[in-house]
Structure formats: structure tokens, C-alpha cells
């Protein structure tokens, strides 16, 4: 059993030291693509290992842990997708000077399908 | 002459407000000694427990105890609902058309929604289930449904909701939320009164009336909530 405890105290450490990054990201990064890209990819990895860790503390708990981390796994791309999605309909731009649109030629094409 | 009405009108207002207030003992603690059962907040927080065998004192609260109030409660929320349909709702006439949703959102988020879709539903219905065990209720649960609702609705814009499915949910659960207060009347006890056996700590089948209650406050909820989106999504207007 005392092996279990060192192996969720370093998931949850992990998840910590990501949801931190994630948290720094959203911070630090310019503009609303990269801050998305920081939010959403280290709290999903954040709040996974976190929620494996939880589970290895209490055994008991492990198969909740592991639907809640499922539902994570589905859900957080989704909605990171859909933000992005909206931010770029919406109009924002992107930070950098030269800009690289790989969306702009695929998102150009569907709307003349959709129209 | 109108003037002074006015300002005797404000007197009295305020001096009847102020003498209400004057007796209130603002900042005193009002729960007591937690032991001795001088307030009803210990009464709720000692005799809940042991008496209705409910795990969740607030659920005891809410339903149980103040069981009139929370029929005012659902009665408001019904009127807002129907208020607000009343007003938006109408039916498409030629050259009008959806103002909300344009286009379809991506196939992801379709297919996506599409998966969690029933988990959304699951999860609603376990909240006002267990509503007498664990945190949640008929409230909450039925905010959850009709958040899956709404999630549906933004990832499909031809996604309809009947509303005459809505309504028949809606008066059904309603109907048996004051049916369950009249058989506490028919049986000889006051409206809404828990007549049932309460059963033991922990079981989904204990607490009484508790869970009929709950699980009819969750569809009426849920079934309100979902009309009120589908009509402020579908509000029509001129092109």
C-alpha cells in the first residue's frame, strides 16, 4: 500500500506542476489562439494526472476517477476546438507579424460550400 | 398638494421600515448553542438525521420542512417560463427567419455532442435521484439536463424541442408534486406532510416523499428550462 501513496502523491504533483503552467500560460501567451493552446492542453494533462493520482490514493475511487477522466478526454477538446473555432469566425487576429493562416484556405472553402 | 402626499407617503414607509428593523439584533448569532435545541437551525441540523433519515439536511429543509414554499418556488419559476414564451414565442410567418444560430457548427462538435450528450442526461437524472443522499436536487439536476439540451441546440441548429412534449412534462410533474401534497391531506395528515415510511440512512428508497418530490421537481425543471432556451434560441424576426 505504501507504494500506491508514493505513486498518486507524484501523479498529483505532476498535475499540479501542469495546471500551474496552464495557469501561466494563459498569463503570459499574446493573443487568444496561444493563451487557448496553454489553458486547454495543460488542463487536460493537468487535471487527468491529478484525477489518477486521487485515484491511486484512495483505491476505492478509481473507477469514478477514471469515468471523470474519460468525460475529460472527450470533452476538453471539444470545447478548446469550439473556442477557437469561435475566435476565429469572430474575427480576431493573430499576434504574430508574418502571419501563417493554415485555417484561412479550408475555413474559405466550407463557407463557400455552406452558402 | 401631490408633493406632500408623496412625502407623507415616504414617512410612513420609512418609518415602518425602520421600526421593523429597530427590533432585528443585526450581527447577533442566531443559531445558539448547537447542542441545546432553542432554534429551529437546531432542530433541522440534530433531528433531520434520525427522524427522516436524510443524509442531505438542505434537501430536509427544502422539501420536507418548507415543502409549501418550494411549490411557490416551482409555481414562479413556471411563470417566468410561460411569462417569457408568451412574449417570444410565435409562429414563423413568410420571409422570417432564425436570428440565433446561422450556421452548423463543425462535424466534431456534432459528433462530440452527440456522445456526451445522454452522459449529460445521466448525470441530471442521478442528481435529483439522490438528491436526499448527496449533494444536488431537483433543482440542480434539472439545470443539468437542460444544460445537455442547450449544448445540443448550439451544436445542431435544425435541432427542435416539441413543445407540447415540453408542456405535457411540465404539467405532468407539476400535477404530481400537489397530488403527493393531497394525499398527505386524504390520509389525515396536512398538505404535503411526509406520510410515507422513512425507511433506513443511506438507502435510495428512504426519506419518505422526499425523492417523489425530487424527482418530479427535476422534470419540471428541466422541462422548463429547456422551453425557455428553445424559445429565446428560435426568436423570429423580420428579414
Known amino acids: ?115 | 398638494m401631490k408633493r406632500a402626499f408623496i412625502l407623507l407617503l415616504l414617512v410612513v414607509v420609512g418609518w415602518v421600515l425602520a421600526d421593523t428593523f429597530s427590533q432585528i439584533n443585526f450581527g447577533e448569532s442566531r443559531m445558539g448553542d448547537i447542542k441545546q435545541q432553542e432554534t429551529v437551525g437546531a432542530y433541522y441540523l440534530n433531528n433531520t438525521v434520525e427522524k427522516l433519515s436524510v443524509a442531505n439536511v438542505v434537501t430536509a429543509i427544502v422539501v420536507n420542512y418548507r415543502g409549501f414554499d418550494t411549490l411557490g418556488e416551482v409555481t414562479v419559476l413556471f411563470l417566468a417560463a410561460s411569462g417569457l414564451a408568451s412574449i417570444l414565442y410565435r409562429r414563423k410567418k413568410r420571409g422570417e427567419h432564425d436570428v440565433m444560430i446561422l450556421k452548423n457548427s463543425s462535424q466534431l462538435l456534432q459528433t462530440g455532442a452527440k456522445l456526451i450528450f445522454p452522459a449529460i442526461l445521466v448525470l441530471g437524472a442521478y442528481v435529483f435521484i439522490h438528491g436526499h443522499l448527496t449533494p444536488g436536487g431537483g433543482f440542480q439536476g434539472g439545470a443539468i439536463i437542460a444544460s445537455g439540451f442547450l449544448l445540443m441546440f448550439m451544436a445542431y441548429k435544425d435541432y427542435h424541442v416539441s413543445h407540447n412534449v415540453l408542456t405535457w412534462v411540465e404539467s405532468i410533474a407539476g400535477i404530481l408534486f400537489v397530488s403527493v401534497g393531497i394525499w398527505g391531506l386524504i390520509s389525515g395528515a396536512t398538505f404535503l406532510e411526509n406520510i410515507l415510511g422513512t425507511g433506513t440512512l443511506n438507502d435510495l428508497v428512504s426519506g419518505g416523499i422526499i425523492p417523489l418530490i425530487y424527482i418530479a421537481v427535476g422534470f419540471k425543471v428541466a422541462a422548463e428550462l429547456t422551453g425557455v432556451l428553445e424559445t429565446l434560441l428560435n426568436f423570429k424576426t423580420e428579414k
Open chain 1, 1 to 115: 500500500m505504501e507504494i500506491l501513496k508514493y505513486i498518486g502523491s507524484f501523479f498529483v504533483l505532476l498535475g499540479s506542476v501542469f495546471l500551474f503552467l496552464g495557469a501561466l500560460g494563459i498569463y503570459r501567451m499574446p493573443d487568444v489562439y496561444n493563451r487557448l493552446q496553454a489553458g486547454t492542453k495543460s488542463s487536460t494533462l493537468g487535471a487527468m494526472s491529478m484525477l489518477l493520482g486521487i485515484g491511486f490514493l484512495q483505491p476505492d475511487w478509481m473507477v469514478k476517477m477514471i469515468v471523470i477522466i474519460i468525460f475529460i478526454a472527450v470533452s476538453n477538446p471539444l470545447s478548446s476546438h469550439a473556442l477557437a473555432r469561435g475566435a476565429y469566425r469572430a474575427g480576431l487576429s493573430l499576434f504574430q507579424k508574418e502571419k501563417i493562416d493554415a485555417y484561412e484556405k479550408d475555413y474559405k472553402s466550407m463557407e463557400d460550400k455552406e452558402l
